[in-house]
């Protein structure tokens, strides 16, 4: 019997793809084959387009159908060099403006956080816009406090991008690392045992803290990047300037913070106000 982990984990790193999205299609290929009982090699057109049609019976958000769809296309594409899923098409996803918190709103939170490292660690995300898979990796080595910047190591997509060291935030940063005795090497904020701070624990301390400041908003640690994003868009930075902080791939995706940003701020004026008053 076909391997198929391997031969997708082998032919994901041969490629550089991330771990995440190896496991994440091992997931979807190991469920596919456990419905459709056949060889890997006699699979199909037909057999995938039945189990597409098996996930929206099943209410699968189109997310997660075009997820499998991908696992799909680089298993048989990549891994076996078939082109049997090449006419399967995306689900079109409808775009939704991501939630953000005004900057009030996001004062309430953090003055809802008593814990010195936790608050810090939110501070954190939204003074830099970073995921927070990011922050929990960082490491004290990665800061260049004389010069105001640090770097993300290996973030989405696996490549190093810099960050800005907020000022504000510059003295708490260097008092928490020198209380902490903290290393070079040492994770910024340590969890238990060896490794770093969960994700979870940050989740946890935002949810937490949301409730406590009634945000009725449905906030997560994502919720501080867009806010960190729409925030330099009202205070003028231009979308070129924010594209690099946030890491896209694409100006595309960073335009739609011109979207949430506050139109008073912008200093945005409808074209009615610039016609000739005597005209109308």
């Known amino acids: 019997m076909m391997d198929v982990g391997n031969l997708v984990r082998n032919e994901g790193l041969r490629r550089g793809t991330r771990p995440e999205t190896i496991k994440t299609y091992i997931y979807c290929l190991n469920k596919f084959f456990r419905v459709c009982h056949k060889n890997p090699l006699e ?6 387009t039945d189990y597409v049609d098996y996930l929206h019976q099943w209410n699968r958000s189109d997310n997660t159908i075009n997820v499998y769809i991908n696992a799909l296309k680089f298993f048989y594409e990549n891994v076996l060099n078939k082109k049997l899923t090449l006419k399967i098409e995306h689900k079109r996803v409808r775009k939704q403006l991501p939630t953000f918190l005004t900057k009030e709103e ?4 953090f003055d809802a956080i008593g814990n010195f490292k936790h608050k810090l660690m939110v501070k954190m995300l939204y003074a830099t816009g970073m995921r927070v898979s990011e922050l929990v990796s960082l490491k004290v080595k990665d800061f260049e406090f004389n010069e ?3 770097w993300v190591r290996e973030g989405k997509g696996g ?7 907020a000022v504000k935030l510059k003295k708490e940063l260097l008092e928490w690392i020198a209380a902490n005795k903290l290393n070079a090497d040492d994770w ?12 979870q624990t940050i989740q946890l301390i935002i949810k937490i803290a949301r409730k406590k400041a009634k945000i009725t908003k449905n906030v997560h640690p994502h919720t501080l990047r867009h806010s960190f994003a729409t925030h330099l868009i009202e205070n003028g930075y231009a979308v070129t300037e924010v594209q690099p902080l946030l890491g896209h791939n694409s100006l595309n995706t960073t335009m739609i913070y011109l979207h949430m940003a506050s139109p008073e701020l912008l200093k945005v004026k409808s074209p009615y106000d610039s016609l000739d008053k005597k005209g109308v």
């Open 188 to 199: 910024l904020f340590p969890g238990q045992g060896n490794t770093h701070v969960s994700i």
């Open 43 to 48: 699979i199909t057109k037909r057999d995938i």
């Open 106 to 109: 996001t004062q309430k939170l």
């Open 148 to 150: 105001n910047y640090g």
């Open 159 to 165: 490549k190093d991008r810099l960050f800005v060291i």
